[in-house]
């Protein structure tokens, strides 16, 4: 019954810890996948677009990203961002000590770039698959670019991508415990902290493993709802 | 009475390849106007200049005698000076395409009144209300509040020409309306078509239908390799077409 002591909340166990620490990975996830819609949207534009050197920065964007493991992009966006902060300080106000940058938000970006080039591809993806013919016949009622975008093209894309961006999304969940390395304490890092100090690894890495189960199993049942309320007129109803 | 639909010296090329070399159309209010001809000919592209689904690489249109302006862009392509002109004069036009293209995250009557509402600004209830109408003239409205998804093709088709009606076009342009139909469905979507052309409505028809065309057209215009071949009434075409490929277009074709 060792376990249930560790995991106990209060001064003597690790339970309000470890909840905690859940709560910033969620944070940090929410925050990633934002930044990454919000990224996506430019990679998006990017890749569809007609000028060759825009569409060339956008596959540079995603093939950089989606080709280099995950941990050296954060270590690589974490000592890049401090570097180009701290020598900006420098340059700029003759600043010359170590600045510590806010972790949650390194982490959240690091995390989120990642997270966007994913989304890129599935938001690009999703725009090519709605029928050209649904376009013309917006067109032909008098519909201008606005309406035809935010009237026909969205609802369509999100269909099409609400699928992948679920993938996106666990992904990214998952992709927050790379940021321990960073130091800041969400699941992983927290679990990483309570087994090194009580020496039960094994309990703390299995409920660890419990509580990220938890935060997928809920999100992929939010996420069918959405599938089915995105996919009205698709699989519904046989006349 | 006003020209409904000029064309002058229309022309248009893919790359290298010309599709519509020079056409010029005239139709008259009330003029069912059957574009025939072997695929490859232009038909649909020619249609689908008149609304400017493809940009003219010259030429002009005027619809209700207005001038379509056009200009230059800065790679020196053609394209409309005003847009707002454009999708204005689109709603003039409404269309009916091959393959319905009905928006399939819309119920079939909000297929029908999203245009009179976002883009026409009337009131929902006054939408709602010519929706069903409209839905009623073609014989669907009692699947009003189905997904197009479920709908046979036929079913499909009769919605989508209501959602060009709804625009309250002066002139409904058909691209092969019945081509993707299977041959029992095609019936019932012809038939709405007879009853528009007998309401006096300005239409014209790309089609491979030639029963419709002898039957309801006021002018029939056959095109050969992007230039119109020949042209009049409908009994002259059929019955004595003059040239060489028509007769053999009509020869492979009024079988059956």
Redesign the interface.
Known sequence: MEFIHLLSLGDQGWGDEMLRATMVTIMVSISAMCIGLFVSIFGTIAKLSKNRLIRAIGNTYTTVVRGIPELLVIYLLYFGFNNAVMSIANSLFGYNQYIELPVFLIAALAVGIISGAYSTEVIRGAFLVV?R??I??????????F?VFY??LI??VL?YALPGLGNVWQLTLKDTALIMVTGLVEIMRQAHIASGSTYSPFTFYMSAAILYLVLTTASSMALNSAENWAN???K???? | MITALKIKNLTKSFGSLDVIKGISLTANQGDVICIIGSSGSGKSTLLRCI?L?ETPDSGDVWVNEELISMTKNKAGDPCPAD??QV??I??K???V?Q?F???????VLQNVI??PI???KISKQNAIDRGYDLLKKVGINE?AE??????SGGQQQRV?IA??L??NPDIL?FDEPTSSLDPELVGEVLRVMKSLAKEGRTMIVVTHEMGFAKEVASKVVFLHEGLIEEQGEAKEVFNSPKSERLKQFLASNLEG
């Open positions: 029928p013919g649904q013309e016949a917006a067109k032909s009622v008098g519909m201008n670019k309406l009237r026909v609802p369509q269909r009205k007129g698709v519904r109803e046989k006349a | 609304n689904l847009y707002k999708d204005r689109r709603t036009l409404a269309m395409f393959d293209n009905l928006w399939t995250h819309m119920t999203e245009s976002h883009v026409q699947k189905q997904y197009p998804s479920s709908l989508a959602r060009a709804a625009v342009l």
